[in-house]
């Protein structure tokens, strides 16, 4: 099946990224040097995934407990293809598919996806500069949960090129990957990137979601 109106709302929240960064719909604060800017607009790229994530999840119903083991596994498939007008002008597009498994007597769920995610013109102001982003990068993430609880390590991972123009004229391109893990036992979200040949790494508090739990 295909949804393409479930992420408009995380599409328009995105500025309450996860990793404390936005993603590039909203201004980045004013001041920083052209590096920064780029490191800042290839990092952010999570917070809006992950919310997109959460959000084809949740659309999914959660299966009722079964004591039947021919009728223990579900299967999901789900495609998605969103676009969203960034401030300033252009667009960002996330694409990309779900598949599900959910064992109805042990409440394990599996959740693989993979999907792209392009910015076209996608311009937003910095401060005194007008900053438009054109960048194709690809994504997978997996998440596994028991009963709606988070467990072990829930995954993300993105790759892709990346190119900025400031209105200034100056202007940079650049490859980038980006690693991100979420753990469940520690609450804490890790996140590691190679961004123009430099090296980030970054730890928040991170709380996992709620259990479902059905009767």
């Known amino acids: 099946m295909s949804r ?25 604060p004013g ?47 789900v495609t998605f293809d969103v676009t969203h007008d960034c401030p300033a002008g252009g667009n960002v597009n996330i694409a990309g598919a779900l598949q599900r498994t959910f064992d109805t007597i042990t409440g394990e769920m599996e959740a693989s996806f993979t999907g792209s995610r392009t910015r076209t013109d996608c311009a937003f102001v910095d401060g005194e500069y007008t900053i438009t982003v054109n960048s194709s990068s690809q994504w997978d993430a997996f998440r596994r949960r028991i009963w709606g609880l988070a467990d072990g390590p829930q995954t993300t991972s993105y790759f892709g090129s990346l190119h900025i123009l ?25 996140l590691t990137a190679s961004i123009c040949g430099n090296h980030y790494s970054r730890t928040i508090t991170w709380t996992p979601p709620a259990g479902d739990n059905p009767a």
Do not use: Y
Not at 54 to 66: C, D, F, K, T
């Open 4 to 28: 393409t109106g479930l992420l408009a709302l995380a599409l328009v929240a995105s500025a309450a990224s996860i990793v404390g960064c936005n993603d590039g719909t909203t201004p980045i």
């Open 31 to 77: 001041g920083e040097a052209l590096e920064g800017q780029m490191v800042e607009v290839a990092m952010n790229t999570d917070g809006i995934v992950d919310q997109m994530i959460e959000n084809e999840l949740s659309a999914l119903a959660v299966p009722a407990r079964s004591a039947d083991p021919s009728k223990a596994l579900i299967t999901d498939e």
């Open 166 to 190: 400031r209105s200034d004229g100056e202007e940079r391109s650049c490859d980038f990957s980006i690693e991100v893990v979420r753990n469940p036992d520690t609450h804490t979200l890790s």
